[in-house]
């Protein structure tokens, strides 16, 4: 079993910026990738990064490349998610992911099986 527990979000102006971050706790021994989705109102949950354990490698939905960084604290048990020039359709309930028995494809929702509250990111224009 894996909690996660996100932070970090809020409110700011387009072209700001905010740092999530995402605690993990129990058997975060057995991690094997981490990954921030979101959602917006009436729309599906997509996954926007991810960042394999073992090797640190990351990956990016298109739309934030180039913009967003995942990076990892394995001391901490951390994920953090950098948004820099923030975007009103950036707009969306983020969540933290986690997977203990490796994915095939690191933004797609199914492939994970544990799951944090989420955290509110508004972007106004």
């Known amino acids: 079993q894996v909690q996660l527990v996100e932070s970090g979000g809020g409110s700011v102006q387009a072209g700001g910026s905010l740092r999530l971050s995402c605690a993990a706790s129990g058997n975060t021994y057995g991690i094997r990738s981490l990954a921030w989705f979101r959602q917006a109102p009436g729309k599906e949950r997509e996954g926007v990064a991810a960042i394999y354990t073992e090797d640190s490698a990351t990956y990016y939905a298109d739309s934030v490349k180039g913009r967003f960084t995942i990076t990892q604290d394995s001391a901490a048990n951390t994920v953090n998610l950098q948004m820099n020039s923030l975007k009103p359709e950036d707009t969306a309930m983020y969540y933290c992911?986690?997977?203990?028995?490796?994915?095939?494809?690191?933004?797609?929702?199914?492939?994970?099986?544990?799951w944090g509250q989420g955290t509110q990111v508004t972007v106004s224009s």
């Open positions: 992911a986690a997977d203990l028995v490796g994915v095939l494809d690191s933004l797609n929702r199914d492939e994970y099986l544990y």
